[in-house]
């Protein structure tokens, strides 16, 4: 009897080593993300944002709308990132209708023409730009998404959200004071040189 339990300890001690060092059949959930260049703006200024993907395995297509505060930010354009392509494939990209909802840049989408299979890894899916129009806080959250790997499934990715700070321009009569201190050096150099 003694030694079917030590059979049973020792098989039981090398299924738990087994399941330990196999991969794990469940993978983290891929990352969107947005990253703002400058990472705040001053009204009258363009900030662009990059939106990126990391950790995806086999994304075909995608689409998103984009919500942000329209009393300081508006849409300006958009472009498509290298990512989807990134395997020489060739894609569709539409930069989103701004013209609709205020705040909303809806229905930013990527795909990818032909059968075989997605991309996979990290990259940039698009390039946004917005406009400062005011001077606040907004923050920038992904909505109405739609993730589909090669088979048309389901991808189902962790969403960043960003929030932006803007700042106004400094008044005009800062720059007028600062104009006039140096028109006055001008004219006492002058005098000293003369």
Known sequence: MLSLNKWKYQAGAALLAAAFAAPSAYAADPVLSIVATPSTGVVGSTIDLDIRIAGVTDLFGYNFSLLFNPAYLQATGAGEGAFLGSDGGATDFGGGDASGTPGLLSYVFGTKFGSGAGVSGTGSLAHLSFKVIGAGTSTLSFTDTLFLNASLGDITPQYGTLTLVTTAVPEPASYLMMGAGL????????????
């Open 183 to 194: 028109i006055g050096l001008a004219a006492l150099r002058r005098r000293r040189v003369g």
